[in-house]
């Protein structure tokens, strides 16, 4: 149990009671403080509180009791977790594939979630992504590897998906495509939408509700034409957004498909798909700056051994690296 104080600034003067609520420590959804305000858990101004939705003024005091217990559908799970930092706000992880990062639909448990759970406890994850998604900041794909960042506290939780919001968080990608890619550089400028008719792709689509979509690219290593296959290209990926499979979506658009990628590749070709059954994509970057203390952070992530298996089975099949591929790649292994 955890007591709270908040204090209404100018500028969430004129917010319903709930929805100001749903901001605040502890708090992280606006069903939670719904909850909250029908369990008489909330004082405005000395006095208990029952309407959600209650505007509220410059200079109200609120204060509200959390209790910070996983809801009954969650439990820690003991999943090996592969941690690269932690400190009391925050984990940098790099996360193994074949791991869903949250409970939903057909994937009720043996999520990063419950694994986060047993490894420090639900009241010591941040709840801003509502409470079955505790900790949560950013998501990868289930098969896609990587990088991760995780925060253990609401104040860095807010903060870090405010430098995700501004763009100042770099998060890079490796991925391997199929075909050669001609320039060293490019964007892809392609809002995104989710499919019509199936439901589990997104597309790229020029609908009002498709949303702003971008991502640049830079070529490392191509690799000639084999004899079940056009060819390869090694890539680095930066996000400047953060839509759902963006990467996997984008490249396909441009008619270069991840390899091994199971919903969006070249599963026709499956002797091209160099052995992978899940997509080549790994988070193998990520800096930003310590929301707290306000250091820079960068991380780095060699690839896993089933993509490093794939690209040395094309090693032979080498037209040679591009300067940024000789620096990088060089560094990683």
């Known amino acids: 149990m955890s007591e709270n104080a908040h204090s209404v600034s100018e500028r969430e003067?004129?917010?319903?009671?709930?929805?100001?609520?749903?901001?605040?420590?502890?708090?992280?959804?606006?069903?939670?403080?719904?909850?909250?305000?029908?369990?008489?858990?909330?004082?405005?101004?000395?006095?208990?509180?029952?309407?959600k939705k209650r505007i509220v003024v410059?200079?109200?005091?609120?204060?509200y009791t959390t209790h910070a217990e996983a809801p009954r559908s969650l439990s820690g799970e003991y999943i090996p977790l592969d941690i690269r930092y932690e400190d009391d706000d925050l984990i940098v992880l790099s996360k193994q594939a074949n791991l869903v990062c949250h409970p939903s639909l057909g994937h009720e448990s043996g999520t990063l979630?419950?694994?986060?759970?047993?490894?420090?406890?639900?009241?010591?994850?941040?709840?801003?992504?509502?409470?079955?998604?505790?900790?949560?900041?950013?998501?990868?794909?289930?098969?896609?590897?990587?990088?991760?960042?995780?925060?253990?506290?609401?104040?860095?939780?807010?903060?870090?998906?405010?430098e995700i919001r501004i763009r100042s968080v770099d998060r890079r990608y490796l991925t391997l495509v199929h075909g050669y890619i001609a320039p060293d550089n490019g964007m892809i400028d392609a809002p995104i939408a989710r499919g019509d008719v199936?439901?589990?792709?997104?597309?790229?689509?020029?609908?009002?509700?498709?949303?702003?979509?971008?991502?640049?690219?830079?070529?490392?290593?191509?690799?000639?034409?084999?004899?079940?296959?056009?060819?390869?290209?090694?890539?680095?990926?930066?996000?400047?957004?953060?839509?759902?499979?963006?990467?996997?979506?984008?490249?396909?658009?441009?008619?270069?498909?991840?390899?091994?990628?199971p919903l969006y590749g070249l599963t026709n070709k499956p002797k091209a798909q160099l052995g992978l059954t899940r997509q080549f994509l790994h988070s193998y970057r990520l800096v930003f700056t310590h929301p707290l203390t306000g250091e820079s952070m960068e991380f780095t992530d060699a690839l896993p051994a089933d993509l490093e298996k794939a690209l040395k089975s094309?090693?032979?099949?080498?037209?040679?690296?591009?300067?940024?591929?000789?620096?990088?790649?060089?560094?990683?292994?």
């Not at 901001?23 to 101004?45: C, D, H, K, P, Y």
């Not at 090693?315 to 292994?333: D, I, Y």
Request: with cysteine; net charge negative; proline share 2%.
């Open 58 to 63: 410059a200079n109200d005091e609120l204060r």
């Open 198 to 261: 199936d439901r589990q792709r997104m597309v790229v689509s020029n609908q009002p509700h498709a949303r702003s979509s971008i991502t640049t690219f830079t070529v490392f290593e191509r690799f000639e034409a084999g004899r079940f296959d056009e060819g390869y290209s090694l890539l680095e990926c930066k996000l400047y957004t953060g839509r759902t499979h963006q990467i996997r979506v984008h490249m396909n658009y441009i008619a270069h498909p991840v390899v091994g990628d």
């Open 113 to 162: 979630v419950n694994a986060l759970i047993a490894h420090c406890g639900y009241a010591n994850l941040a709840q801003l992504q509502g409470e079955e998604r505790p900790g949560i900041v950013h998501r990868l794909d289930k098969d896609t590897t990587g990088l991760m960042l995780v925060a253990k506290s609401d104040e860095a939780g807010r903060l870090l998906q405010d």
């Open 314 to 333: 094309i090693e032979g099949e080498s037209m040679g690296r591009t300067q940024m591929g000789e620096e990088v790649l060089g560094a990683l292994s």
């Open 13 to 51: 003067q004129g917010m319903r009671l709930d929805a100001l609520l749903a901001t605040l420590a502890g708090v992280g959804s606006r069903s939670s403080a719904v909850r909250l305000i029908e369990q008489g858990a909330v004082r405005v101004n000395g006095e208990v509180s029952i309407a």
